[in-house]
């Protein structure tokens, strides 16, 4: 069965450093996301990205925060200068026109120190 | 009021009891609802998807949604220790998962053998 695939699955970077995260939605998804969950928080949606544009984006989701789909198959979230609250899970999803709903990739855990 | 409630718990059952999970919302506009499963540092995992007030059922797992009420509802029937997960509801306006999902912020479940 397809999956979302996310790397890498943990993260640590020092505090004003740059990330970025991937992600592989399924390949015949056309909808991406990210969301992101704080430890012991609730899992937030940050942005959706459709034809190759952003279609919706969160209050949480400032300048320091980009999304990309540089090739056909890979969709990745950069944060130019990491915070030490920008600490969390960071989930993928994607969907297609004809999907109930939205598949989750398995998260990479980024830690800022 | 949040647009979405959802009980923490910890919620702890005996192996083989029914268990009841529930959630609240408060933004009418909600028309598709989700049951995630989540594992702890994993990503969410969908389990059920219904649209419109009643009842889904798959296996052991039954979905209940009330509009009118704007509550739904997940019962797990003969819980196993391997349904031990944090349980997440969320919904979104559209079919097929375009728009963003809104999250409660889960319950965590333990079955004890």
């Known amino acids: 069965e397809p999956e979302v695939t996310q790397t890498p699955s943990h993260q640590v970077t020092q505090m004003g450093q740059e990330v970025i995260l991937r992600c592989v939605p399924i390949s015949n998804h056309l909808y991406f996301y990210w969301y992101r969950q704080i430890l012991g928080q609730k899992v937030e949606f940050l942005v959706s990205?459709?034809?190759?544009?952003?279609?919706?984006k969160s209050e949480i989701f400032d300048d320091q925060f980009s999304v990309e789909r540089p090739d056909g198959s890979n969709f990745t979230l950069k944060i130019r200068s990491t915070k030490l609250e920008d600490s969390a899970m960071y989930f993928c999803?994607?969907?297609?026109?004809?999907?109930?709903?939205?598949?989750f990739g398995p998260g990479t855990r980024l830690t800022v120190l | 009021q949040k647009e979405v409630e959802q009980d923490p718990g910890p919620l702890s059952v005996p192996e083989g009891a029914i268990v009841s999970l529930n959630c609240t919302y408060s933004n009418s506009a909600f028309q598709y609802f989700m049951w995630y499963r989540q594992y702890s540092r994993k990503g969410p995992e969908l389990l059920m998807y219904t649209y419109s007030s009643g009842n889904k059922e798959d296996g052991r797992f039954t979905a209940q949604v009330d509009k009118s009420s704007k509550y739904i509802s997940l019962f797990i029937r003969d819980s196993q220790p391997s349904d031990s997960a944090t349980y997440l509801c969320?919904?979104?306006?559209?079919?097929?998962?375009?728009?963003?999902?809104?999250f409660g912020k889960g319950t965590k479940l333990t079955v004890n053998p």
């Open positions: 999803a994607s969907t297609s026109r004809t999907a109930d709903t939205q598949y």
């Open positions: 969320a919904m979104t306006r559209t079919q097929g998962g375009s728009e963003k999902l809104v």
């Open positions: 990205f459709y034809n190759n544009e952003i279609s919706e």
